[in-house]
């Protein structure tokens, strides 16, 4: 059975971040970020209410991880 700190973790991961929020952990700007979704090359908000969306803090993640791991590939590191 899951200690009280991991099932924390786990609801955390499934846990939604505000637009603003994105914005801050990918360094990125509005316009960039929805470029980017319609390119398919990052996440797709899920909609909260009638002019709100959000992201699951997961797919940011995966997303900033991948950003990072293609850097380090392309750089030999």
Not at 2 to 27: F, G, I, Q, W, Y
Not at 34 to 44: E, T, V
Not at 55 to 66: N, P
Request: charged share 30%; proline share 6%.
């Amino acid at each position: 059975m899951p200690d009280a700190s991991t099932s924390a973790v786990d609801a955390n991961k499934d846990a939604l971040e505000p637009l603003e929020t994105v914005l801050r952990r990918t360094a990125s700007k509005r316009s960039s970020v929805y470029n980017w979704i319609s390119k398919g090359l990052f996440p797709r908000p899920v909609r909260i209410g009638p002019r709100r969306v959000a992201w699951r803090t997961r797919e940011v993640d995966r997303w900033i991880a991948e950003a990072i791991a293609a850097r380090d590939d392309k750089h030999g590191i």
